[in-house]
């Protein structure tokens, strides 16, 4: 009696299961656009990545965590900086301390 020898080869994933299984994209930049007031967040940031804020209004601004000490960037008119995103998964909540009703939230994911 011949025995069949097998090789354990994992079966390809079909397209659907590969649809699923597909990771959410997370950036590892993300950028905060101030224009008319507003925050614009372009996506989720990974634990610890640089945060990029482009002021295109014609007033100052900041990105003030609710959290103190998490996070805390002062900027004048078109102008540009960046800070570090904190380094646990969460959703951090933020105003501008100029404008109170300017508030967003930054998701970090990881």
């Known amino acids: 009696m011949e025995t069949e020898e097998t090789s354990a080869v994992p079966a390809e994933p079909t397209e659907e299961e590969s649809a699923t299984e597909e990771p959410v994209a997370v950036a590892e930049e993300v950028v905060i656009t101030v224009t008319y007031f507003s925050y614009q967040i372009s996506g989720p940031v990974t634990p610890g990545a640089e945060v990029t804020v482009v002021n295109k209004d014609s007033a100052a601004h900041t990105v003030t965590s609710?959290?103190?000490g998490?996070?805390?960037s002062v900027f004048g008119p078109n102008e540009t900086v960046t800070f570090t995103a904190p380094?646990?998964?969460g959703?951090?909540?933020f105003i501008?301390?100029?404008h109170p009703a300017m508030v967003g939230t930054l998701v970090v994911e990881g």
């Open 66 to 68: 609710d959290q103190e």
């Open 70 to 72: 998490m996070f805390d």
């Open 87 to 89: 380094s646990e998964p």
């Open 91 to 93: 959703e951090y909540s």
């Open 96 to 98: 501008c301390t100029y």
